[in-house]
């Protein structure tokens, strides 16, 4: 099998291991009038069985029409009231006609997305003592469902979690600030729910952050307080670029305590990025390659970790092969979400800025060859999941006057991978678990090449 057709498959199984749709099924169930949830962890099993009187369903994130129609599949008529909160593009005319729907816009909300959290509190309200909301997030939630506290609009909100993005700050940092900024974030949405239980079934995309705060956790946790969060927005020197509403809101004292959950809550986690890189593992080996997961997840500015990249699969033997290696490919698995800081005005995504760092570290080295992509299938514009890159992407860019350095500067790599024709665009995925990426060299004794940690500008 040539690289690329062997590490896209790695990424299609990564993705199959974390198929939203499977995941819910696997977690719910009938049994006459009751449900029942239970873990799909094999290390951790447990089942709660419940006997509702109403139950509502609430689907949130990028895989929200496919956790919708896998409780659907489970459940059937035993859903009193549906809504389905997914990105612009979905085919949501597949849900049942009786299933609510709306379409909103990520990564930064629009007036759907306004209306999507009016929608989401009045909906959540309907429910009441004895009832059940159950509610299926994933990412990309926190801008399909926006209510902006009393005194912001939602351009002052969008621009807030705009700069922090910019500034490189992590998802999990920015959802901490949305929360405080919002009526349906940081648990307001149980607090509608009322006397209501919610069972929360969550897709993690933030890997070890804590999947309380995926989609901004409407569900889960309590809201960071405003000190909390003007603590983030110093870290990244953004306070004099926030609009004062923003500022004055941040910077006032504790509200008064949060009204009181009055029901009770379960959440249970489906499934992480860790759960899509034992996938990829686990089809290196059928596939007849040894492979090794690193712990670690990704993290920080792209361009950093593309020296990680090459220099842990250097380390496990995967780029730099001794005499007498086996000679099966050896691929080093990786996961996590990395940053960009913003200071350029080109187009592309944390996946290809990362694929082209890595270049730079495996520059001449015959056979390495490496693909980092977002499992969602998107690299923050549609247009690709993410590239590859191998040790003559800066060759071939050289010679057709390509400028890997200015790419970088101008956080321009769109481009740039487009015209080596290396992009990696699989299309929507229908799921969200953050981003993985495969060092992969192939069986051999001793490619040649040297390892350079000191190219990347």
């Keep these: 099998m040539k690289p690329r057709d062997f590490l896209t498959r790695l990424y299609r199984d ?3 291991a974390v198929d939203p749709h499977r995941l819910v099924l696997e977690a719910l169930g009938r049994r006459g009038d009751a449900l029942y949830v239970r873990s799909v962890s094999a290390a951790n099993r447990r089942e709660f069985v419940f006997a509702p009187s109403r139950v509502g369903v609430l689907a949130l994130g990028k895989a929200a029409l496919p956790m919708a129609l896998a409780a659907h599949a489970a459940l059937e008529r035993r859903i009193d009231d549906a809504l389905v909160i997914a990105p612009h593009g979905t085919a949501l005319g597949a849900l049942p006609p009786r299933f609510r729907r709306i379409a909103a816009a990520h990564p930064r909300p629009d007036a759907a997305s306004a209306a999507a959290g009016t929608a989401a509190l009045s909906f959540a309200s309907g429910f009441g003592k004895d009832d059940i909301l159950l509610v299926l997030l994933s990412g990309g939630g926190s801008s399909l469902m926006a209510a902006p506290a009393d005194g912001i ?3 002052e909100k969008s621009r807030t979690a705009g700069l ?3 500034a490189g700050a992590p998802i999990s940092d920015v959802n901490r600030v949305r929360g405080v900024l919002s009526r349906v974030k940081a648990g307001r949405l149980a607090q509608a729910a009322g006397a ?6 969550v897709l993690s995309d933030l890997g ?3 999947w309380h705060l995926v989609a901004s956790g409407p569900t889960l946790g309590l809201p960071a307080s405003p000190a909390e969060a003007r603590a983030i927005v110093d870290r990244y020197r953004l306070a004099p670029l926030l609009p004062p509403t923003v500022r004055a809101r941040l910077d006032r004292p504790p509200d008064t305590p949060e009204p009181r959950f009055i029901g009770h809550r379960w959440s249970m986690l489906l499934a992480d990025v860790r759960t899509a890189l034992e996938g990829a593992r686990l089809s290196a080996r059928r596939l007849g390659a040894d492979a090794r997961v690193v712990p670690e997840l990704l993290a920080g500015e792209a361009r950093a970790a593309g020296r990680r990249l090459a220099l ?4 496990a033997g995967n780029l730099l092969r001794r005499t007498g290696a086996p000679q099966r490919p050896l691929v080093t698995i990786f996961g996590g979400e990395t940053t960009v800081t913003v200071k350029g005005p080109g187009r592309g995504g944390r996946n290809r800025e990362l694929a082209l760092a890595t270049a730079y570290a495996i520059e001449g080295i015959e056979g390495a060859c490496v693909l980092t992509a977002g499992t969602d299938g998107v690299d923050h514009d549609a247009g690709a999941a ?4 191998d040790g003559t992407t800066l060759d071939r860019a050289d010679s057709l006057g390509l400028d890997p350095e200015k790419a970088l500067l101008d956080n321009d790599t769109g481009p740039f991978f487009d015209a080596l024709g290396d992009a990696f665009s699989p299309g929507p995925t229908g799921t969200n678990v953050g981003d993985i990426a495969f060092v992969l060299a192939p069986g051999g004794p001793e490619p040649g090449g040297t390892l350079d940690e000191g190219r990347l500008p």
């Design 208 to 210: 070890d952050d804590g």
């Design 164 to 166: 922090l993005m910019a």
């Design 196 to 201: 209501a239980d919610v069972v929360t079934l």
């Design 312 to 315: 842990a699969g250097a380390s």
């Design 14 to 16: 990564a993705v199959a």
């Design 386 to 389: 993410g590239a590859f890159a």
């Design 153 to 155: 609009t939602l351009e």
